[in-house]
T-cell receptor, first 117, second 112 residues
Framework: DSGVTQTPKHLITATGQRVTLRCSPR?????VYWYQQSLDQGLQFLIQ???????AKGNILERFSAQQFPDLHSELNLSSLELGDSALYFC????????????????FGPGTRLTVL | GESVGLHLPTLSVQEGDNSIINCAYS??????FIWYKQESGKGPQFIID?????DKRQGQRVTVLLNKTVKHLSLQIAATQPGDSAVYFC???????????FGKGTRLHILP
């Protein structure tokens, strides 16, 4: 158990709908990352927050948005859903957010499986 | 559990043998590398990392080797066990870039 929690575990919805995925980081971690993992794909970085502010952005669609709240939990909002949005969505957290410097490690949650029908 | 990467390259290894998983990274400016393990139905789990000023680092039953000349990274697992069965991802990062870039992954299959 990494200490990162994600809800819900599974989500089934229809095209055109909007969903919200929730992530609680490990205690003491200030940074949260969101990733998308589709079949045949590796982990695609979406967005990173540090202490409530956006720090880095990856291949996140305009239909997707995220935020990090004062209690450090984060939500990923996916709207106007398409069949191709079906994927595993992972949240990770780290202490400082500077994982590219080799001084910090990302710990991943168990993921949310989104199925768009 | 969920099946990740149905069409990933697969390495089949006899239980008890050593496993070597290879990764070619893309950016010559990368100076930090990480290996993650993802078991079925779970999120990626950190295994070991290495900075570019090193060419070898050892952990418990695992060794990471870095060859910057040919931009190659490998993960060696000693005495492979059934619990090592998973998809293994290499990832790279570099100063000035806030993102860790993950590779496609390799599935390790343990033969009894």
């Amino acid at each position: 158990d990494s200490g990162v929690t994600q809800t819900p575990k599974h989500l089934i919805t229809a095209t055109g709908q909007r969903v919200t995925l929730r992530c609680s980081p490990r205690s003491g971690d200030l940074s949260v990352y969101w990733y998308q993992q589709s079949l045949d794909q590796g982990l695609q970085f979406l967005i990173q927050y540090y202490n409530g502010e956006e720090r880095a952005k990856g291949n996140i669609l305009e239909r997707f948005s995220a935020q990090q709240f004062p209690d450090l939990h984060s939500e990923l909002n996916l709207s106007s859903l398409e069949l191709g949005d079906s994927a595993l969505y992972f949240c990770a957290s780290s202490v400082t957010g500077w994982t590219t410097r080799g001084t910090d490690t990302q710990y991943f949650g168990p993921g949310t499986r989104l199925t768009v029908l | 559990g969920e099946s990740v990467g149905l069409h990933l390259p697969t390495l089949s290894v006899q239980e008890g043998d050593n496993s070597i998983i290879n990764c070619a990274y893309s950016n010559s400016a990368s100076d930090y590398f990480i290996w993650y393990k993802q078991e079925s139905g779970k999120g990626p789990q950190f295994i070991i990392d290495i900075r570019s000023n090193m060419d070898k680092r050892q952990g418990q039953r695992v060794t990471v080797l870095l060859n910057k000349t040919v931009k190659h990274l490998s993960l060696q697992i000693a005495a492979t066990q059934p619990g090592d069965s998973a998809v293994y991802f290499c990832a790279e990062g570099w100063k000035g870039n806030d993102k860790i870039i993950f590779g496609k992954g390799t599935r390790l299959h343990i033969l009894p």
